[in-house]
């Protein structure tokens, strides 16, 4: 401990002595730049006097400005804030000419005019080096919060920690199970750790994804506790001639809307909630990056709005800058050592990729992570937020790859920080990590077999296949994340349309989602046959079943309702589907997984799965990812769920946790733990109001948005 203090003391004072040093050289510029600004009594002053003037002069205005301008602020609080922005500058350049007074032998003088432009230059640069050295400290980001909470307590806001304590919901995006344990074991995320060490505060429970092992579904379920309907990542929809696309503003705010309509409530963060990083707000009024908010015009429900709340903070650009420029470096290096080394399996890596992973490893984690310690020193009752980095890294480099590991330390600093402000916060808080999906790894379908899944449909139709095929669209969530970042900052409206329509004609639309693939024929009405299918391309469904990148096959039967085709000729109706056959190896659950597919109104003509080898635990991505998820087959249908011993258990004993929608209702239990029994507001919502609201005992419904209601688990 002794050590520690030691090095963290020594790291102060290296920063304090570097913005001393930049700040005299910026004083030694300013005075061969401005005439009216001097460092010299005399014409006769060597450099070395005029060197150590600037010195004497940029360490008096330092030190008066962490003396003195805090007692200065605290004067002026009731001077109209307009006056006190002009303020400001001219007491900051008053500050500089006493500093420059108290220079020994008077080494320095400026009219006032120049004082408040060299004042404004130095304060400027002063903080931009700060702020640049503790980039990657944590400790000192997690100081600023510090400091801001005793300013919170000060004012007599949030002085106790009594009541109902708060809950955060962190969703590590992609992390499997098999991961965290591994990481864990590994020593690379020792904060994780030390809730499961020899003492344990928190219990790790796996749990088991649908068929549709993605972030649309999983985090739809989880929030509003309803993926119906959602059979992959993308997918047709014959009734509205749309590409649903799980990513994109327009989609995910339809799906929303379905599923509020479904349940009839909210969701899961309508009591005082907050919803950071999200594809979907879970009923929070407090929004920043939701996806499904970024289609509206309204200027408060815009996902955008988070990056302007937080790079409006100097302090806050400098430090995510500096990271998001190292953060493409590393990946530029680590791609090319990939390539010299021969690494397979490998995926492109270039264009704009590495600032898509910047983008998502330092801009989206540094904005949810200071939303999610502004939430908790706010006090709010419920926090649910996602972070992508280790999915996004992973889909390139692999899921157990050196990048993916490094990406996993980092996170795990971000939960260790946290967890530090949440001891400063006004309440207790609960913190609960989870994932909404794993990832399986394996060679892409392209490159194992020369061909995309859309050439090998086209031939088994006897249409024609493109000689040079075009690269099969990426599923993963940062990409449409980073490109309506980039839109709100070109003030570029958001497209409003629940999804996109594909170009006319008769052509099957062929789309993946992960190692998961759907194949719809556009002009027939309706879910397609299998015998209507071999009518019209005799060749088709054995070509897909029997190809061997390929496990199985969904299809509706005019004879036996739906049937699952494998390899060899088999085909099992799939009301007698059982864990084996064409299934064998898939995992338990996986009969159930595909029954349930199959109840759904929009489930593609042809669902198509990739093959799954047991041995490795490698399956074929239908889209350019080495790691990937979306269907069935490995890790990526088995997520975690880490929550505190205080909260009970989410399963009994010996019991499996299965499905997204059972993950809402145990979460649902958890803040019902913490709150106590919710009480009905009103009975009933007319056509176009909100769903019914709930408010905890004690709550006034008026003094926070609308809750859950109590539903047993």
Not at 127 to 143: C, E, H, I, K, P
Not at 252 to 280: H, I, K, M, P, Y
Not at 497 to 502: A, F, L, T, V
Request: glycine share 12%.
């Amino acid at each position: 401990m002794l050590k520690g203090r030691w090095r963290t003391s020594g790291g102060a004072l290296l920063r304090v002595i570097t913005v001393w040093a930049v700040s005299s050289l910026t004083m030694l510029a300013l005075a061969g730049i401005l005439p009216d600004f001097r460092l010299q009594s005399g014409p006769e002053d060597s450099i070395t006097d005029t060197a150590l003037t600037a010195a004497w002069g940029a360490g008096a205005f330092g030190l008066l400005s962490a003396l003195v301008w805090p007692l200065l602020v605290r004067a002026l609080l009731l001077v109209p804030a307009l006056v006190l922005g002009l303020l400001v500058f001219f007491l900051n350049g008053s500050l500089l000419l006493v500093a420059l007074r108290l220079i020994p032998a008077g080494g320095g003088s400026a009219n006032p005019e120049t004082a408040v432009v060299v004042a404004a230059v130095m304060s400027a640069v002063a903080s931009a080096t700060s702020t640049a050295l503790a980039v990657g400290d944590d400790n000192a980001y997690g100081r600023r919060f510090s400091r801001l909470a005793g300013r919170r307590r000060g004012n007599g806001r949030g002085g106790r920690r009594d009541g109902t304590p708060g809950t955060v919901f962190l969703q590590l995006d992609g992390v499997g199970h098999d991961v965290l344990l591994a990481a864990v074991r590994d020593g690379v995320m020792p904060h994780v750790a030390a809730w499961l060490g020899e003492h344990p505060t928190h219990r790790l429970t796996p749990w088991r994804t649908d068929w549709s092992s993605q972030t649309g579904a999983s985090q739809l379920g989880i929030l509003h506790g309803s993926s119906h309907d959602v059979p992959a990542f993308r997918w047709y929809e014959k009734d509205t001639g749309r590409i649903m696309v799980s990513n994109r503003p327009g989609s995910a705010a339809e799906l929303q809307r379905r599923a509020v309509e479904r349940t009839a409530d909210g969701g899961l963060l309508t009591l005082d909630g907050a919803s950071r990083g999200n594809l979907f707000s879970g009923g929070a009024d407090q929004l920043a990056l939701v996806l499904s908010m970024a289609a509206r015009r309204e200027r408060a429900n815009r996902s955008r709005a988070g990056y302007f709340t937080y790079f409006s903070d100097p302090a806050n650009a400098v430090r995510t800058a500096v990271s998001f420029v190292a953060e493409v470096g590393r990946e530029i290096g680590q791609s090319v050592r990939a390539r010299l080394r021969g690494d397979r399996p490998r995926v492109g890596r270039g264009g704009l990729y590495p600032f898509i992973r910047a983008f998502a490893t330092v801009v989206e984690r540094d904005v949810v992570v200071a939303a999610v310690l502004g939430d908790m020193l706010a006090g709010r009752t419920t926090v649910y937020a996602d972070l992508v980095a280790y999915d996004e890294v992973a889909h390139h480099s692999g899921p157990h790859s050196r990048d993916a590991v490094q990406v996993l330390a980092r996170l795990d600093r971000s939960v260790g920080l946290i967890a530090r402000v949440a001891e400063l916060a006004p309440r207790g808080y609960r913190i609960v990590l989870l994932s909404d999906h794993g990832q399986s790894p394996g060679e892409t379908f392209e490159s194992a077999y020369g061909l995309t899944l859309r050439d090998l449909v086209r031939a088994g139709c006897g249409l024609p296949v493109p000689r040079r095929a075009g690269r099969t669209k990426s599923g993963a969530e940062a990409r449409d994340a980073a490109r309506h970042a980039v839109l709100g900052a070109l003030h570029r409206p958001e497209s409003e349309g629940p999804g996109e329509r594909p170009a006319p004609g008769s052509d099957p639309i062929v789309l993946a989602s992960g190692n998961l693939g759907l194949v719809s024929f556009p002009d027939v009405p309706g879910r397609m046959s299998r015998e209507r299918i071999d009518r019209r391309y005799p060749a088709l469904l054995r070509t897909l079943a029997d190809h061997p990148g390929i496990g199985f096959l969904l299809v509706a039967s005019e004879e036996h309702g739906s049937v699952v085709l494998g390899p060899g000729g088999s085909e099992v109706p799939v009301a007698l589907l059982e864990d084996g056959g064409p299934l064998a190896g898939m995992g338990p659950g996986a009969a159930d997984a595909v029954r349930r597919a199959d109840a759904f109104p929009h489930v593609a003509d042809i669902m198509v799965n990739s093959m799954y080898d047991p041995e490795t635990g490698e399956v074929h991505a239908f889209e350019e990812q080495i790691g990937s998820h979306g269907g069935l087959g490995g890790a990526q249908s088995h997520p975690f769920l880490l929550s505190p011993l205080v909260l009970s258990a989410p399963v009994p004993d010996g019991g499996e946790l299965v499905g997204a929608e059972r993950v809402h209702r145990v979460l649902r239990r958890w803040l019902r733990e913490g709150s106590g029994p919710q009480v009905p507001v009103r009975n009933g919502a007319r056509e176009g109001e909100r769903p019914p609201t709930y408010a905890a005992d004690g709550v006034s419904p008026g003094a926070c948005p609308a809750g859950n209601e109590a539903e047993s688990s």
